[in-house]
């Protein structure tokens, strides 16, 4: 679900509608929040998952410690680190592995590493500890020579049986560690003191089947700080148990017996059941690598909520059919309102859009409207009376005033107009009416007989036309360019 958060571009879009102010700002954040923490979360399952996985699988505990570091390291964002094992004196660690992070380290490999300064206070205490000032505590004496710079540790217990056995170590985080960080790496030291133990066990049924219960254990602990519910549906007895987290989410509690499968799949919401069905047939038969998915799962007082669902088969008959399921629920009931509320406002920004469209359509059709009109009542309400105007005689003055009527009007209901006007808005009224008379081809003489005004302030409302138009001081005809303007 969270990849398709990013594949689909939704933070863009949710970023563009805040832009265009078509959801305010506070919806936005919450939005772009709900998005952050869920591929967060979805980060924290699918590395805590693969953990489980590489333990599931029985390599050599050497492999499988490395798998555990490096999912456990990349998802709290340490560079450096290393996964050791208390010896059987129980004064120093044996260190399986050590990345350096790309960093010098002119250490001997060889050295021992004794138990002591923080590592002693994590055995000691059996529980995560780190140091954001390493270099500047009292641990950075027992470093030896030539040792990488240490800019933050954290070390992480592995517990067997309530004994520390091992730590895995983290350093040089970009940012500080922090409680979050102690907890992820505690889930994962679970996981790696589980495979440890199932290394020693691997040749022994009974020894083997206390393991995978611990693993399962580890593991709920584990999905426990990813607020993961676990079930498990047995095949050979029909029964699905919920783990306390599970339970807690469909609101039952902890003692709930142990219940058929077909009374679970009926929790299911009639609509999502079929697919969900399908989906989970299609895995069990081998046609689906994965089983994830999305659906409503009836609480105990009636109430639906989503619940992103995913599992796996851990356990097979030896002719390779299903014998033992493990699945976890995370309650997505939050973000599915979001993104709810995401296509509700989108569905309404689409009606008021189309609103919109219609309301500027008419408008644009009124002003044709009105346009045609005003063409109109000007050719049958005025042009008419200067047609008769103009076979009259009448005094030069006169006539040019006619003829300044005639033009601006023609002007009016012409398109050109617009465009003419729009170029020349520094103008004032006086240089419009001269400037309007040079692009008609009159002279400076016959502007002034037309304005009642003298040759010279014609000429020097000319001057300022230019210079207004900033093309004062160039080659370029006044008439041509005011002709240019009317295009």
Known sequence: MY???????????????????????????????????????????????????AVMEQKAFKDTARSIFDYCKNLIGATSGYVALLSETGEENEVLFLEAGGFTCTVNPELPMPVRGMRAQAYEENRAIYDNDFMHSEWVEFLPRGHVTLKNVLFAPLILHDMTIGLIGLANKSTDFDEKDAKIATSFGSLAAVALQNSH????????????????????????????????????????????????????????????????????????????????????????????????????????????????????????????????????????????????????????????????????????????????????????????????????????????????????????????????????????QIADLVRKGKTTKEIAAALNISSNAVSVQRFKIRKRLKILNRKINLRFYLETLAR
């Not at 954040?29 to 980060?43: E, G, K, M, S, Y």
């Not at 009931?333 to 189309?354: F, P, V």
């Open 3 to 53: 990849e398709q958060f990013k594949e689909s571009g939704i933070r863009e879009k949710i970023s563009q509608l805040k832009q265009e102010d078509k959801i305010g700002d506070d919806l936005a954040v919450q939005l772009l929040a709900a998005i952050d923490v869920a591929d967060r979360r979805n980060q924290e399952l699918v590395a805590l998952m693969q953990g489980s996985q």
């Open 201 to 432: 066990n691997i040749d022994k049924r009974e020894k083997t089947e206390r393991s995978l219960q611990e693993a399962m254990k580890r593991l709920h602990l584990a999905m426990e700080s990813a607020e993961q519910g676990v079930w498990e549906w047995d095949f050979e007895t029909g029964l699905v148990t919920f783990d306390d987290i599970a339970l807690k989410m469909l609101d039952y509690g902890s003692d709930l017996q142990p219940v058929k499968g077909e009374w679970w799949i009926e929790q299911i919401h009639p609509d999502d059941r079929r697919q969900v069905e399908k989906a989970f047939n299609r895995y069990l038969s081998g046609q689906s690598k994965r089983y994830n998915t999305e659906f409503r799962l009836r609480r105990m007082d009636g109430k639906f909520i989503w619940v992103a669902s995913s599992a796996r088969v851990i356990r097979y008959d030896q002719e390779g059919n299903p014998l033992l399921v493990v699945g976890t629920h995370r309650d997505v009931t939050k973000q599915k309102r979001e993104e709810n509320i995401l296509k509700e406002t989108k569905d309404r920004l689409e009606k008021l859009n189309m609103g919109l469209q219609v309301l500027i359509e008419h408008r644009e059709q009124e002003m044709r409207r009105l346009e045609e009109n005003v063409v109109e009542n000007a050719n049958k309400l005025i042009a008419p009376y200067i047609d008769k105007m103009d076979k009259e005689r009448m005094s030069g003055r006169n006539r040019a005033y006619l003829e300044l009527i005639a033009a601006n009007l023609d002007q009016l209901v012409s398109p050109l107009a617009r465009n003419l006007t729009s170029e020349m808005a520094n103008l004032t009224p006086a240089q419009i």
